[in-house]
């Protein structure tokens, strides 16, 4: 690490300067040119004291940084945009490898969408036992090798009757047999 000292720094207009000396708690690194504190020392005092009092007072934190990007609605977008760019492709690994553990949630999730879109969702779904056919599906695909669907049994859009988005109306079916059926009504 180069060794530069204060008044070097602050000629040079730098952040940090370095006397290659430990400070008191033994780090050896980078100090502050605006307080000669050492930047190891800044970190801990932060993550300790304002980290703590940032969790103790959320809703005064949320309001100032709701008025700061309202005020600020350029730089907040830069902002964004940098911090997404930086960690858009852990991001990305992170959502892949969620899919690939959730695949009934995923499921679960594209169709009450769509349903939702169609407007065929009903607000007394039993999202629980919902949850259970998709399960059941993806069970059933990975035990037996062959693919399942959960299917409506009456079709969310038909020309005669469209059906809703809820327990009563899902059967699980293999992938050949809903594929088969397509858009026509089940019931006999």
């Known amino acids: 690490m180069e060794i530069i000292l204060k008044q070097e ?3 040079r207009h730098l ?3 370095n006397t290659g000396k430990p400070c008191a708690h ?3 690194g980078n100090r502050l040119v605006s307080t000669g504190k050492c930047v190891e020392c800044a ?3 932060h993550t300790k004291y304002i980290k703590q009092w940032q969790q103790d007072n959320k ?3 949320n309001k100032a940084t709701r008025t700061w990007r309202l005020n600020n609605p350029d730089k907040a977008a830069e902002t964004h945009k940098t911090y997404y760019n930086k960690v858009k492709v852990q991001k990305l690994q992170y959502n892949k490898l969620w899919r690939q553990d959730n695949p009934a949630l995923v499921q679960h999730y ?3 969408r769509r349903a939702t879109i169609l407007q065929a969702k009903v607000s007394w779904i039993d999202e629980n036992v919902v949850q259970q056919i998709y399960d059941e599906s993806v069970t059933l695909t990975s035990s037996t090798g062959i693919q ?3 299917d409506h049994i009456i079709p969310l859009v ?3 009757v469209c059906g809703l988005h809820w327990e009563g109306n899902l059967q699980v079916l293999t992938a050949t047999e809903n594929q088969s059926k397509g858009n026509k009504l089940s019931i006999g």
Do not use: D, F, P, S
Request: proline share 0%; hydrophobic share 40%.
């Open 148 to 150: 399942h669907h959960v």
């Open 158 to 160: 038909h020309n005669l």
């Open 59 to 61: 809703h005064k934190v």
């Open 43 to 45: 970190r801990l005092y």
């Open 15 to 17: 952040i940090h300067y």
């Open 110 to 112: 594209n169709v009450t």
């Open 26 to 28: 033994g780090h050896v």
């Open 9 to 11: 720094a602050v000629e």
